[in-house]
């Protein structure tokens, strides 16, 4: 299991092989800079680390409103876990950090992190204003004690592999496509948390997690399935605030086709989207909505059904 660690766990009672970076799309890119991590890690016999942020650099620096996250910290410990890396270090970005400049940054690096070989991207840039780059790291690397190790970029059909073309797709709810570029099913990782159990009394009960902040989706139904305690479950999903019922609060709500028998309440699970079926709709009444249901689950049958 990947340690999640903040600032305040350091430094580290040991050395570590790092690299640096949101890892919200968590790519083909990034399988192959943590796969390169974990060899280096092991022909030096010390742990490997990855060290994001949060919240995005983006919304701190830049103000961006319509930045969305593809993942969240669960999410990419989960997939960490799956790779074998040994630390997931959460950084708070915030004014103190940001202002830190090229030379501080690395000897953070250095020595809180004990961070004693950095792998990361051709194009990497870091400290205030991203005024550091891949050469000055490697310069500077060498003063401290720092080795830097560059990747070169890594694409798919002649593009670059990057989270904002992710972003694009699962904000258009291709998810297909957005998969295809992951290089694995779209999902996400929550805690099950209680709902207002609307979906129970109308007859179509379903189980609960709470979307990250600003999640990077388009609102509305979708077919999928849900794994409990390693088992997958075939399901349609919602994601948005049902405004049949008057919902203000946003959820990720999976009405499973199969029952279930497992108790899991506050239980960890995953929920996987592989195809949009509609855009959330306001129906006149509930017998409308208990109609669409049912369409709904027809359509997710026939999905299922296809790609066995």
């Not at 103190?96 to 990361?120: I, M, Q, S, T």
């Not at 309440?265 to 079926?277: A, H, P, R, S």
């Amino acid at each position: 299991m990947t340690k999640i660690i903040y600032e305040k766990d350091l430094p580290l009672t040991e050395d570590v092989v790092c690299t640096i970076g949101n890892f919200d799309g968590f790519h083909k890119g990034h399988k192959e800079i943590l796969h390169i991590l974990k060899e280096e890690a092991q022909k030096s016999k010390k742990k490997s680390m990855v060290i994001t942020f949060y919240p995005h650099p983006k919304k701190v620096l830049q103000k961006d409103s319509s930045h969305c996250n593809i993942t969240n910290i669960e999410t990419r410990n989960f997939l960490l876990t799956k790779e074998g890396i040994d630390y997931l270090l959460v950084i708070k970005f915030d004014e103190n950090f940001y202002k830190k400049n090229p030379e501080e940054f690395l000897e953070y690096l250095h020595e809180k992190v004990r961070c004693k070989k950095l792998v990361v991207g051709h194009d990497w840039k870091f400290g205030y204003k991203k005024k550091g780059d891949i050469e000055f790291a490697k310069k500077f690397g060498k003063k401290i004690g720092l080795e830097v190790m560059e990747i070169p970029p890594i694409t798919k059909e002649g593009k670059r592999i990057s989270s904002t073309i992710i972003r694009k797709f699962l904000k258009e709810g291709n998810v297909e496509k957005a998969s295809k570029y992951l290089g694995r099913q779209f999902f996400i990782c929550g805690k099950v948390v209680s709902g207002d159990k609307r979906g129970r009394e109308i007859g179509f009960p379903t189980i609960n997690i709470q979307p990250p902040e600003d999640f990077c989706l388009r609102k509305g139904v979708y077919v999928g399935y849900v794994i409990i305690k390693n088992k997958k479950f075939p399901a349609v999903i919602n994601y948005g605030n049902r405004p049949t019922v008057d919902g203000e609060k946003v959820f990720i709500e999976a009405h499973l086709l199969e029952p279930v028998k497992e108790k899991i309440e506050e239980k960890f699970i995953q929920v996987y989207f592989l195809k949009f079926l509609r855009e959330e709709k306001k129906f006149p009444n509930i017998e409308m909505l208990k109609e669409q249901i049912n369409k709904d689950i027809k359509n997710a049958k026939e999905v299922l059904e296809s790609v066995k």
